[in-house]
């Protein structure tokens, strides 16, 4: 919620102030009826996307202490590919893509991560790709582009022109915010890179990250490097 000057007469309410909620995350004001109005909403539409009840038919990938991840592929019964979508839907927002469809639906692999508490925390689309172009990490490297090649990219990140071969671009990942940090994004590429093509390991280089936010940034370099 955006920053208001409106004053806030504090009448005694038990909880006061800006509050996140330790379920949804979101972030409101305690007290005040429209904020608590929209908390309730969000809290349970969150809760109810997120919500894993179980299928009949599960392609578990990978599985831990603490939750497994499920591969959804596009020709899975409707009730997976609509609870896939859904989640994707959450990341998308989060995103700030709106109303983005997939580039290719009938090709894009979408993992699930559950946890323990049967809650979807975590989703990544990876899609078959031939050609990627790195991000430029370092100022130094961006400096090597011509001035109108870096006028061409307007992008929030400096992109190399020279393309280079990958084999699965993950075009979106998403962790559920109270859950981050924990290992939820590094497990689900490295499941990417084991299931993704059959049979076969992909290497980090195969992989690309499409587009990435200042969090896949960091994620991004972070998992490639080590
Ligand atoms: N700041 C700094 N380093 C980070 C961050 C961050 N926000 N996130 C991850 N890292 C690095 C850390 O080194 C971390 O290891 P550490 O926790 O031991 O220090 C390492 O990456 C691995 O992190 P994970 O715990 O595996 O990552 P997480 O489960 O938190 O998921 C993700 C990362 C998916 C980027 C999450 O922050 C998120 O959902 N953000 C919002 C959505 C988003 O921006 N997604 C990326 C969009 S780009 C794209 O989709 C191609
Ligand atoms: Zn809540």
């Known amino acids: 919620k955006q920053a208001t000057d409106q004053l806030i007469i504090d009448a005694g309410q038990k909880h006061f102030g800006a509050i996140a909620c330790k379920s949804c995350g979101m972030i409101y004001t305690a007290g005040s009826p429209e904020d608590e109005f929209q908390h309730t909403q969000y809290h349970q539409s969150l809760l109810d996307k997120i919500k894993f009840v179980g299928w009949k038919k599960e392609r578990v ?9 499920i591969l959804v592929l596009p020709d899975d019964p409707k009730y997976a590919v609509k ?9 998308d927002n989060e995103l700030g893509f709106k109303q ?24 990544l689309v990876a899609e078959q790709i031939k050609l990627a172009f790195r991000v430029l990490n370092e100022p130094a490297e961006q400096k090597e ?18 393309p ?30 084991n299931s993704f093509m059959y049979g076969c390991h992909l290497s980090k280089e195969e992989i690309a990250f499409s587009d990435p936010t200042p969090d896949g940034k960091l994620f991004a370099s972070n998992y490639c490097e080590t």
């Not at 990938?61 to 991840?69: Q, T």
């Not at 469809?101 to 049967?118: D, G, H, I």
């Not at 071969?165 to 590429?189: D, E, P």
Request: charged fraction near 30%; aromatic fraction near 8%; include cysteine.
């Open 83 to 91: 609870k896939a979508d859904e989640v994707r839907q959450l990341a």
């Open 61 to 69: 990938v990978a599985e831990y202490w603490d939750g497994k991840i």
């Open 164 to 193: 280079e071969n990958a084999i699965c671009g993950i075009s979106r990942i998403w962790v559920f915010s109270l859950m981050r940090r924990k290992g939820i994004g590094r497990r689900m590429v490295d499941t990417v890179r």
């Open 100 to 123: 983005v469809s997939l580039s290719c639906p009938s090709r894009s692999k979408t993992y699930l991560f559950v946890n323990s508490e049967k809650m979807i925390v975590g989703c």
């Open 145 to 162: 582009l011509k001035k109108h090649e870096l006028l061409e990219h307007h992008r929030a990140w400096c992109c190399s022109t020279k």
